[in-house]
């Protein structure tokens, strides 16, 4: 909108100022100046006359005399915008989140209420501070929904100059050069970013802050941690330095430990027997060494020799003897009988969910183990013999039967029985935690030998590999724990170390099944149990303390290694260097002070853009810096500015410094970090998408937020917010749950070749929320590319850092990446992207299934979905929209026919094995083939889903879940494309729903306006 003075007058000027506001208010973007002399270009004509306002060809006519302002702004605002009148007011508040160069404050939980007062005077201006003054009132009013303008008093000085600037403070001082160019300083999209990016450069985490103050007083500098290529760009610049940082991990304590192979004890304890007529025998070993040693015993046994895989021993029983017997016999039926475990808790807790129920239970006899544990360890054999016999899958049936053996297995052709034979699982019991016998107790898969010699049938158990290792396991553990105990250590006390490392070398099955992504693998879910098991040590040491919550006491680290041979155990405690950023000065350790007094005063505009900052570093400090900013390391030049003037002086800021010279293809591989930093740099060109570094992780890599704007004139982020919906898709909080990286890009690339799409919706992306997660995930699949490795799905500390979400100070900084899109973006859908193993999730010594995920056991489906609602009935809109949602989604996956099939074939399975029998524990809640949970609660304050804190704000809080956990190859390309699919339909179906506004004028004032967004109905 254009505004035209028919004469420049005082009271016209007071009416146009009052309009600005108002403009500022309706208009979603600045497509040009606002005071025009053009009569084509207005759509306000302003003019001295006796009072009239008069609607013509699309332009409003308006005549005033001096005492008509408030009469004929009140009109327009109720007459051509459509403002209700009502008496309210404008309330001042000091509880500010975040604060902005136009705006007084976003107030904390009440993000859509943003109010200013404006007071400004016109009658000693030019024309042209005029026309500045008007656009300073519009640009202010855009960033807010309340205002009240009056001319009691002037907030803005103005000064001709030879340059453009603007400087806020108690008043707003403008210099300006000419108008022309100062509109383009108050339009300048990365200026609009210049606040947001300040706050993050000066705070006292901030890598670049440390390194300044700390490469100022030393040559040898211990900060905070970095991404390598950002580090290996420091160390080149500042050749001269030694930077290593407080995080740096040092040993303080180490073990080495060596155990005979469970072989050669197998094969030392049948010394003794003389004569064996038969043998099977159980040992947790790979085929090839199992067929090695059945040949062996065959050489001094008479008859009969089995060797069977004693994890998943009942499966290792059919493949390996059962179904070599069944070849050529047109084998057409199968009933595989089952038993149910003895001892085991027929209770069936929900499982949609994790539970944590297992803590403190307080029941040392109790079995963590299912009542289904035999079935479950049969999966997927009906896969494997349909497949080798060549029969119809549903013809292997699975019954129940109350017998003495674990199995009776029973195979007929056109109706005639072939083979019918049984199978006695035998396992070891121990408490889950040796410390925490209350926590219940727990079955491994054991070894052992039944022999038979004449007559008599002898059975004898040893500890396989996998148990010796936990047997020393828990010792360390239970030393840990003592050293916690005797320092008394609190909650506030983690980490109590940086890293348990761990390598272990043993042989053990691992292998591909070639069915789906299905797998067997002892060390694989072991690996699981050293990581969960350990967590569940320190948080039941906490309760037993009464000290808090033991949730981050640091990583623990196990790498494992399939050799054949004697096992080898390495046990390495860390600590961290330092807990704060230091430097050596004289030998001597000095640690840095890191407060700062900072303050962004302003812009200005002299030979491109420039910000103006007030900051107490020294000149010392100030020439480190400007090395810094100079080189591109700073994020100051995410903002495309020329320099900075810092208390006075002019530095030069460079362009982005390049850090990766590769691009990785998008869909080929397992993001890592440094990949994730390459993919944003090489959209960092793009004028349709902003990168912006939002935080950092504990261990100091970036966290950065793909966010788009096609709007093709000036808009600012809080306009984009209010003129149409927002959704924020959240990706790689669990860090191995992989693809939603991969799908980020992706579904990046179709957004950009869909701008108008992007015109109707605001779409904002984390592609990697927990890069911590990530870097360990890296390195393991370097030697195990499909583990689960659930290791990666916490921070560098252990930590589920969703718990740290809204906590002010917290150290688990990748917490603030969520929050700090909320308070910028206040999403109407939150998208959060999540995983599942694509094969059984088992964990031998927890009793087969990981206590607190026993509903994850198997994979359900290709991709499901939760929905988390708000349960009060003045929500019930934002469940309608979810179930609309839910119709989308659906869709989208259903019209590719793949993913619908495998979707089918996965719920085949988990029918079969799990929700048949244990519907709560494994439940399903399918919607035109797909599975959706519907999660209510009370809305909460301090819940940390933004659909039940915020459920005004955000509308839908939505969790997908693919089977991507460790994806790769095609596979991942596929879980990529199911996240995709459902994200990029989601957001063509919110750019469809309209957005309604409410306003309101208070008459009695003059001047104070309120326009409101509805949210997305």
């Known amino acids: 909108m254009q505004i035209r003075l028919k004469e420049d007058k005082l009271h016209l000027r007071k009416l146009a100022l009052k309009l600005a506001s108002l403009i500022g208010l309706e208009e979603d973007s600045i497509k040009g100046p606002l005071i025009t002399s053009n009569e084509s270009s207005e759509e306000f004509l302003i003019e001295d006359g006796n009072f009239n306002i008069n609607k013509n060809n699309g332009k409003i006519e308006v005549s005033i005399n001096e005492g008509d302002i408030d009469r004929a702004f009140n009109k327009i605002a109720m007459d051509i915008f459509s403002y209700q009148d009502e008496d309210f007011k404008i309330e001042e508040k000091e509880d500010l989140k975040e604060q902005s160069m136009f705006l007084d404050g976003i107030y904390r939980d009440e993000f859509l209420k943003r109010s200013t007062k404006i007071s400004c005077d016109p009658s000693d201006l030019n024309f042209e501070e005029f026309k500045i003054l008007c656009e300073l009132v519009r640009r202010k009013s855009m960033d807010v929904n309340s205002l009240d303008i009056s001319f009691s008093s002037n907030d803005f000085e103005f000064e001709k100059a030879e340059f453009d600037e603007i400087l806020f403070g108690e008043k707003t001082k403008v210099f300006y050069k000419k108008f022309e160019t100062f509109f383009n300083l108050l339009t300048d999209e990365d200026l609009e970013r210049a606040e947001f990016i300040t706050n993050r450069v000066f705070r006292e985490n901030s890598y670049e802050l440390q390194f300044t103050k700390a490469a100022s007083r030393s040559k040898e500098i211990y900060i905070d941690h970095t991404y390598d290529s950002n580090l290996e760009a420091y160390k080149d610049l500042f050749k001269d330095l030694k930077i290593e940082s407080f995080k740096n991990k040092e040993v303080f304590k180490r073990k080495e430990y060596e155990f005979p192979w469970e072989k050669d004890i197998l094969l030392q304890k049948l010394k003794k027997y003389k004569d064996i007529d038969s043998i099977r025998c159980a040992i947790s070993e790979p085929l090839e060494v199992r067929r090695e040693l059945e040949e062996e015993l065959k050489k001094s046994v008479k008859g009969k020799v089995q060797v069977i895989d004693s994890y998943k021993s009942g499966f290792s029983w059919i493949e390996d003897y059962i179904l070599p017997d069944l070849i050529g016999k047109e084998v057409d039926e199968i009933e595989i009988y089952w038993s149910y475990m003895d001892g085991a808790d027929f209770s069936d807790e929900a499982g949609a969910v994790p539970s944590y129920s297992n803590q403190g239970a307080g029941d040392e006899n109790k079995f963590l183990d299912l009542p289904i544990r035999y079935l479950q360890e049969l999966y997927p054999i009906d896969d494997i013999l349909a497949?080798?016999?060549?029969?119809?899958?549903?013809?292997?049936?699975?019954?129940?039967?109350?017998?003495?053996?674990?199995?009776?297995?029973?195979?007929?052709?056109?109706?005639?029985?072939?083979?019918?034979?049984?199978?006695?699982?035998?396992?070891?019991?121990?408490?889950?935690?040796?410390?925490?016998?209350?926590?219940?107790?727990?079955?491994?898969?054991?070894?052992?030998?039944?022999?038979?010699?004449?007559?008599?049938?002898?059975?004898?158990?040893?500890?396989?590999?996998?148990?010796?290792?936990?047997?020393?396991?828990?010792?360390?553990?239970?030393?840990?724990?003592?050293?916690?105990?005797?320092?008394?250590?609190?909650?506030?006390?983690?980490?109590?170390?940086?890293?348990?490392?761990?390598?272990?070398s043993l042989s053990e099955t691992d292998k591909n099944l070639n069915v789906r992504q299905d797998r067997i693998s002892s060390i694989d879910h072991f690996h699981e149990d050293l990581y969960f098991v350990g967590l569940d040590y320190f948080k039941a040491l906490t309760q037993k303390m009464n000290a808090g919550n033991f949730d981050s006491p640091g990583l623990i680290m196990p790498f494992i290694h399939n050799r054949k041979g004697n096992v080898k155990f390495e046990v390495e405690l860390r600590n961290f260097l330092d807990t704060k950023p230091f430097v050596i000065v004289d030998s001597k350790k000095e640690y840095l002070d890191m407060n700062l007094n900072y303050k962004l005063l302003g812009y200005r505009y002299e030979n491109g853009p420039k910000l103006i900052i007030e900051c107490s570093l020294n000149s010392d400090e100030l020439e480190i810096y400007s090395k810094i900013l100079k080189c591109g390391l700073s994020k100051f030049s995410d903002l495309n500015i020329n320099a900075i003037i810092i208390n006075g002086k002019e530095y030069e800021v460079g362009e982005k410094h390049r850090l990766h010279e590769n691009t990785p293809a998008f869909d080929e591989k397992v993001l890592n970090h440094e990949d994730i930093c390459a993919l944003n740099d090489s959209l960092r060109s793009n004028r349709d998408l902003k990168i912006n570094y939002i935080t950092k992780s504990f261990m100091g890599r970036?966290?950065?937020?793909?966010?788009?704007?096609?709007?093709?004139?000036?808009?600012?982020?809080?306009?984009?917010?209010?003129?149409?919906?927002?959704?924020?898709?959240?990706?790689?909080?669990?860090?191995?749950?992989?693809?939603?990286?991969?799908?980020?890009?992706?579904?990046?690339?179709?957004?950009?070749?869909?701008?108008?799409?992007?015109?109707?919706?605001?779409?904002?992306?984390?592609?990697?929320?927990?890069?911590?997660?990530?870097?360990?995930?890296?390195?393991?699949?370097?030697e195990h590319p499909n583990w689960i490795f659930h290791i990666a799905r916490f921070n560098a500390l252990g930590k589920e850092f969703a718990h740290e979400y809204f906590k002010e100070d917290s150290i688990h900084t990748e917490a603030e990446a969520m929050v700090e899109i909320f308070y910028r973006h206040l999403p109407d859908i939150y998208c959060d992207n999540h995983g599942v193993p694509h094969h059984e999730w088992a964990q031998p010594f927890s009793g087969y299934t990981a206590p607190a995920y026993k509903g994850f056991w198997l994979p359900r489906s290709l991709i499901y979905g939760y929905f988390w609602y708000p349960k009060e009935e003045e929500y019930s809109e934002n469940y309608k929209l979810c179930e609309e949602l839910q119709d989308v989604i659906a869709d989208s996956i259903n019209k590719d026919d793949l993913m619908?099939?495998?979707?089918?074939?996965?719920?085949?399975?988990?029918?079969?094995?799990?929700?048949?029998?244990?519907?709560?524990?494994?439940?399903?809640?399918?919607?035109?083939?797909?599975?959706?949970?519907?999660?209510?609660?009370?809305?909460?304050?301090?819940?940390?889903?933004?659909?039940?804190?915020?459920?005004?704000?955000?509308?839908?809080?939505?969790?997908?879940?693919?089977?991507?956990?460790?994806?790769?190859?095609?596979?991942?390309?596929?879980?990529?494309?199911?996240?995709?699919?459902?994200?990029?339909?989601?957001?063509?179906?919110?750019?469809?729903?309209?957005?309604?506004?409410?306003?309101?004028?208070?008459?009695?004032?003059?001047?104070?306006?309120?326009?409101?967004?509805?949210?997305?109905?």
């Open 387 to 504: 497949k080798e016999l060549s029969m119809d899958r549903d013809r292997i049936k699975f019954t129940n039967k109350d017998m003495e053996d674990s199995y009776e297995i029973v195979a007929k052709s056109k109706g005639n029985e072939v083979l019918r034979d049984s199978y006695k699982v035998i396992l070891s019991e121990r408490p889950y935690l040796d410390d925490f016998k209350g926590m219940g107790l727990v079955h491994p898969q054991t070894g052992y030998f039944e022999i038979t010699i004449g007559e008599e049938k002898i059975i004898e158990t040893f500890k396989t590999d996998l148990e010796n290792v936990w047997d020393t396991y828990q010792n360390i553990l239970s030393e840990i724990g003592k050293d916690i105990e005797n320092k008394n250590l609190k909650e506030e006390s983690q980490p109590f170390f940086a890293e348990l490392f761990m390598d272990i």
């Open 702 to 782: 970036d966290i950065e937020s793909i966010e788009f704007n096609v709007d093709d004139d000036f808009t600012p982020t809080f306009k984009r917010t209010m003129k149409k919906p927002t959704m924020y898709i959240n990706e790689r909080h669990h860090a191995n749950e992989v693809s939603s990286s991969n799908s980020c890009y992706e579904l990046t690339e179709k957004l950009l070749e869909d701008k108008e799409l992007l015109k109707k919706v605001n779409v904002v992306l984390i592609p990697m929320e927990n890069p911590d997660g990530s870097y360990i995930h890296s390195l393991l699949i370097k």
């Open 900 to 1017: 619908h099939k495998m979707n089918l074939d996965m719920q085949d399975r988990f029918e079969k094995y799990a929700h048949s029998l244990m519907p709560k524990m494994f439940p399903t809640g399918y919607y035109k083939d797909i599975i959706f949970y519907w999660i209510g609660f009370d809305t909460n304050r301090e819940h940390r889903y933004l659909s039940i804190r915020y459920p005004e704000i955000t509308k839908v809080g939505f969790t997908s879940e693919v089977i991507d956990e460790s994806a790769d190859g095609e596979f991942l390309k596929l879980c990529s494309k199911a996240h995709t699919a459902h994200n990029l339909d989601t957001i063509k179906f919110i750019s469809k729903k309209e957005i309604l506004f409410d306003r309101k004028i208070n008459t009695k004032c003059g001047g104070r306006i309120y326009r409101n967004r509805r949210r997305t109905q």
